[in-house]
T-cell receptor
Framework: NAGVTQTPKFQVLKTGQSMTLQCAQDMNHNSMYWYRQDPGMGLRLIYYSASEGTTDKGEVPNGYNVSRLNKREFSLRLESAAPSQTSVYFC???????????FGSGTRLTVV | KNQVEQSPQSLIILEGKNCTLQCNYTVSPFSNLRWYKQDTGRGPVSLTIMTFSENTKSNGRYTATLDADTKQSSLHITASQLSDSASYICVVAQNTGTASKLTFGTGTRLQVTL
């Protein structure tokens, strides 16, 4: 049972480059989330998808776009990467608001 | 502003000893409070979830308490092991109808040594 799988695990981008972070879950969860984690700060919500076909902005959506491709997959795209987007990105999912979230192992992104 | 504050920021204890981590929050309206364990280089893993009516919940050697009146929670680790070395994150949830909104603390970094 893989849970939440994120790819890639590490990435280095030059300023202005684009890339897509992939996330897939095999637990049949409806809701999926993208967070970023920066030193000295709690995880911050970038975008979320409460169910297949819907997406909504979180706390820090600027510079990102998302796609809920199907119930399993939720991708995060950086159209023009900036050094301020250097961070560790986590995808998460859950089956209901009162249940624990399952997190992926993260993507460590460095923008130079 | 919704906030979750944790103390201490970091803690070093000897293997076999107990420790208690603190969490104060100002999130409103409150739905539930969660404790997560995050190993270095990994995603957070859920330890406990407590609703308003629960004041204690255990998961093995981990026991969480919640005082919803004072908006405080603690995580007690009994008979610590080297594998307990990790960051422990307190998270408070608000239900928004279609999805929950989480406010994360910055975590307590625990190191267990021989």
């Amino acid at each position: 049972n893989a849970g939440v799988t994120q790819t890639p695990k590490f990435q280095v981008l030059k300023t202005g480059q684009s890339m897509t972070l992939q996330c897939a879950q095999d637990m049949n969860h409806n809701s999926m989330y993208w967070y970023r984690q920066d030193p000295g700060m709690g995880l911050r919500l970038i975008y979320y998808s409460a169910s297949e076909g819907t997406t909504d902005k979180g706390e820090v959506p600027n510079g990102y776009n998302v796609s809920r491709l199907n119930k399993r997959e939720f991708s995060l795209r950086l159209e023009s990467a900036a050094p301020s987007q250097t961070s560790v990105y986590f995808c998460a999912s859950h089956r209901g608001a009162d249940y624990g979230y399952t997190f992926g192992s993260g993507t460590r992104l460095t923008v130079v | 502003k919704n906030q979750v504050e944790q103390s201490p920021q970091s803690l070093i204890i000897l293997e076999g000893k107990n420790c208690t981590l603190q969490c104060n929050y100002t999130v409103s309206p409150f739905s539930n409070l969660r404790w997560y364990k995050q190993d270095t280089g990994r995603g957070p893993v859920s330890l406990t979830i407590m609703t308003f009516s629960e004041n204690t919940k255990s998961n093995g050697r981990y026991t969480a308490t919640l005082d919803a009146d004072t908006k405080q929670s603690s995580l007690h680790i009994t008979a610590s092991q080297l594998s307990d070395s990790a960051s422990y994150i307190c998270v408070v949830a608000q239900n928004t109808g279609t999805a929950s909104k989480l406010t994360f603390g910055t975590g307590t970094r625990l190191q267990v040594t021989l």
